[in-house]
């Protein structure tokens, strides 16, 4: 498990968090107005882009959380389901 945490942090955080910059410095260097807006709101761009990836992170967290809470009730629900089939066999046999 640990190692999959690693690997998402060093796989996505990372690139997450510096293509934003990248994306900034190219649209800082856009000729005419587009470049003078960029390099004026450069930070609340950044902040904005940082923002939708922390929401998008925590809507995330909750969707897989909610999914596998509810692929751990069909499981027991499954074996639920099949354990009165096994007592009604038995006692059959008897």
């Given amino acids: 498990m640990e190692g999959k ?3 998402t942090l060093i796989l996505f955080l990372f690139p ?3 293509v934003p910059l990248f994306v900034v410095f190219f649209l800082t260097r856009l000729p005419g107005a587009f470049g003078v ?3 004026d709101y450069s ?3 950044l902040w904005g882009i940082y923002l939708l990836l922390v929401i998008i992170g925590i809507f995330l967290y909750r969707y897989f959380k909610r999914r596998t809470a509810q692929q751990a009730l069909a499981d027991t629900a499954s074996q639920a389901d099949d354990e009165p089939n096994t007592v009604v066999a038995e006692s ?3």
């Fill in 5 to 7: 945490v690693a690997s």
């Fill in 43 to 45: 930070f609340a761009f």
């Fill in 37 to 39: 807006f960029f390099s």
């Fill in 16 to 18: 997450a968090l510096i």
């Fill in 92 to 94: 059959k046999q008897d």
